[in-house]
């Protein structure tokens, strides 16, 4: 299976400022997924990252608040913009080469606004 | 919509004994079913993944078992051992129109093995 590299693990946000988040693969991967996942909960899906197009987002979430980028089939970033306290929790980008194998999950990034 | 449910919410048991996790979902028109292992704070480990036309896998002391017509999935661990305290995520993997590809999470089960 693929093996993820995501970037920061952790950090610590002033309100209002944004962060960036990075997905790097070791391998070319067809689909890339980014999830949140509030303290407490379980994981919800923000969108789908398209290799060389706009992002596929989901009910609740917008481009101008998470801006994903995807340039090619091993990277892809989310930005978690304009942060408030509510945006504290873990990020974790998904990938999958077909949909028979399964997906592997990065270990997250773990984000705390202040 | 399709809705993932997992029972219990948390469970502690003892070293050594067999406990089974359990997960339902509200639409049988999935393409896949996909348990996963999720430490504090970390990322998700896969456990094992069901294909829609399989009725069981199986992984060292793990076996996880799919009823797609009733919509039920279990995850049987056999002689629990401390390291597997953790929380278990169920995923089941959507098939149609807009729903190919996503994975829909349960609540999921904290579990803990207490030596």
């Known amino acids: 299976s693929a093996v993820i590299s995501q970037k920061p693990s952790r950090d610590i946000c002033q309100r209002g400022t944004s962060l960036t988040i990075q997905c790097q693969v070791d391998s070319q991967v067809t689909m890339m997924f980014w999830y949140r996942q509030q303290p407490g909960q379980s994981l919800t899906l923000i969108a789908t990252?398209?290799?060389?197009?706009?992002?596929?987002?989901e009910s609740g979430f917008v481009i101008d608040k998470f801006p994903i980028s995807r340039p090619n089939l091993t990277f892809s970033t989310l930005t978690v913009s304009n942060m408030s306290p509510e945006d504290s929790s873990i990020y974790l980008c998904?990938?999958?080469?077909?949909?028979?194998?399964?997906?592997?999950f990065g270990s997250g990034t773990r984000l705390t606004v202040v | 919509k399709q809705e993932v449910t997992q029972i219990p919410a948390a469970l502690s048991v003892p070293e050594g004994e067999n406990l089974v996790l359990n997960c339902s979902f509200t639409d049988s028109a999935i393409y896949n079913l996909q348990w996963f292992r999720q430490d504090p704070g970390k990322g998700l480990t896969s456990l094992l993944l069901i294909q829609s036309s399989q009725r069981e896998q199986t992984s060292g002391r793990l076996n996880a078992s799919l009823d797609k017509s009733s919509g039920r999935s279990t995850l049987y661990i056999a002689a629990s051992q401390p390291g597997d305290s953790a929380t278990y995520l169920c995923?089941?993997?959507?098939?149609?129109?807009?729903?190919?590809?996503?994975?829909?999470f349960g609540q999921g089960t904290t579990l803990q093995v207490k030596p």
């Open positions: 998904s990938v999958g080469r077909q949909l028979n194998y399964g997906y592997t």
């Open positions: 995923a089941v993997m959507g098939h149609g129109s807009s729903n190919t590809g996503k994975l829909i």
């Open positions: 990252a398209n290799q060389g197009s706009e992002a596929t987002y």
